[in-house]
Nanobody, 120 residues
Framework: QVHLVESGGGLVQAGGSLRLSCAAS????????MGWYRQAPGKQRELVAT???????NYADSVKGRFTISRDNAKNTVYLQMNSLKPEDTAVYYC??????????????WGQGTQVTVSS
């Protein structure tokens, strides 16, 4: 009923930049918090950054000052601008959104993931 589609991943050298996008579509009444998570090989999925519907943001310590999360509520889209990338940022990045299907039903939706690889 709700689909999150990520784009913008790829291969970049250390110190470079990438911008991830995630567009939500489907039966959407309202979207609350949106966010980005990542999972490196052999590691658990971890929070990268979140942004509320009122644009309050939260970042993992490891990305503060380098990554910026933003959203366009009119387009149901969340972005992650990643600067000064490091090899340890290499992971599959997942988009997440808390979506109200209607006034009574809330679901936690995930995208399929996009690979980010940072070479040293």
């Amino acid at each position: 009923q709700v689909h999150l589609v990520e784009s913008g991943g790829g291969l970049v050298q250390a110190g470079g930049s990438l911008r991830l996008s995630c567009a939500a579509s489907g039966s959407i009444f309202k979207i609350d918090t949106m966010g980005w998570y990542r999972q490196a090989p052999g590691k658990q999925r971890e929070l990268v950054a979140t942004i509320t519907s009122g644009s309050s943001t939260n970042y993992a310590d490891s990305v503060k000052g380098r990554f910026t999360i933003s959203r366009d509520n009119a387009k149901n889209t969340v972005y992650l601008q990643m600067n000064s990338l490091k090899p340890e940022d290499t992971a599959v990045y997942y988009c997440n959104a808390g979506v109200w299907i209607n006034s009574l039903r809330y679901i936690n939706s995930w995208g399929q993931g996009t690979q980010v690889t940072v070479s040293s």
